[in-house]
């Protein structure tokens, strides 16, 4: 790389580095994820030197191709098995009774059981849903689906999830629907 190329990059570096990283900031929702994306984004730009034409639009869409690996890639690491569902769920057993504590874990087992036959991207809009609270249009985003499908996947997943818990607890579907007073 000549001195005069150097200087360019840098310029470009300089000039372009705080609205990508907070651009893609906004995609990953965590500062680390986005430092690491952008240095990859910065290193790939280089890396085609002169072949890139408008280096500040392959800069943006690099980064974003990047971030959706990166979300795709946890996503599908945590979804994969709904794993520890009392963690998810916040539910504690310091200060319980053993009794309290049985059923927490019988209630979260069977929630994790409930939960795990769900097709694998019903699966993930639920849990996204569930237990991270994100938008429809988060998940949609971060599944690269429809607003419209993920709405579909969380009532397919509240449908069967409260199905395999009436077959559970052998309860009739008109009364697991009736308010509780």
């Known amino acids: 790389m000549t001195d ?19 651009y893609v900031r906004r995609l990953t929702r965590s500062r680390e994820a986005a ?11 280089l890396a085609r030197g002169d072949q890139v034409v408008a280096s500040q639009s392959y800069l ?15 996503r599908t690491a ?9 963690e998810l769920a916040g539910i504690e057993a310091d200060g319980v009774s053993p009794e309290e ?14 939960i795990e036959r769900l097709p694998e991207q019903c699966r993930a809009a639920f849990a996204l ?16 689906i429809s607003t ?18 009436r077959r559970r607890y052998q309860l009739p579907a008109k009364a697991a629907d009736q308010p509780h007073d």
Do not use: M, P
């Open 148 to 165: 419209k499908t993920v709405e579909k996947h969380i009532a397919r997943g509240l449908r069967e999830t409260h199905a395999y818990l």
């Open 60 to 74: 943006f869409v690099t980064a974003r191709h990047l971030a959706w690996n990166s979300s795709r890639h946890h």
């Open 101 to 114: 504590a049985l059923i927490a874990e019988e209630a979260s087992l069977l929630l994790r059981q409930a």
């Open 4 to 22: 005069a190329a150097h200087e360019r990059f840098s310029v470009f570096f300089a000039e372009t580095r705080q609205g990508l990283l907070r």
């Open 129 to 144: 849903k569930v237990f991270h609270a994100c938008s429809y249009k988060d998940i949609a985003d971060q599944l690269g």
């Open 78 to 86: 945590a979804t994969e098995t709904v794993g520890d569902v009392d």
């Open 35 to 45: 430092e690491d994306i952008v240095q990859e984004t910065y290193a790939r730009t």
